[in-house]
């Protein structure tokens, strides 16, 4: 985070975590609650689809298996940010008080 000249402030936050490298689904992976038995059938599910033929690359197995569990709730695949409004996701975990925290620092 910087200060810009006019008190205006500046943040950029790598993903997933502002530590690991990743992408958007790898932070959407941990905001997945905790103990979700359908997370871990979509890692299955998601590698038989590979072992099938399907068509994502190996860089793309998180964005995969992500849609995967999205298809699979009871609002089934919802749009990333209508699944974070929906509570889909834990708004709780540890990474989603993270990022909060961060955006305070920057703009509160």
């Known amino acids: 985070m910087v200060e810009a000249d006019g008190g205006r ?3 950029v936050w ?3 975590d502002n530590q690991n490298p990743g992408k958007l689904e790898d932070f959407l992976a941990l905001l997945v609650p905790s103990g979700d038995p359908c997370w871990d059938w ?3 599910s998601t590698i038989r ?4 033929g399907a068509g994502f690359t ?5 964005k995969a298996r992500i849609h995967t569990w999205l298809a ?3 609002e089934p695949a919802l749009p990333f940010g209508t699944a974070i409004r929906a509570a ?3 708004h709780d975990a540890n990474a989603a008080r993270g990022f909060v925290a961060w955006m305070e ?3 509160v």
């Open 9 to 11: 402030r500046l943040g």
């Open 42 to 44: 979509s890692r299955e």
């Open 72 to 74: 699979w709730q009871k």
């Open 58 to 62: 190996e860089a793309d197995f998180i």
């Open 105 to 107: 620092r920057l703009f």
């Open 88 to 90: 889909t996701f834990a």
């Open 49 to 52: 689809a590979q072992q099938l």
């Open 14 to 16: 790598l993903m997933p």
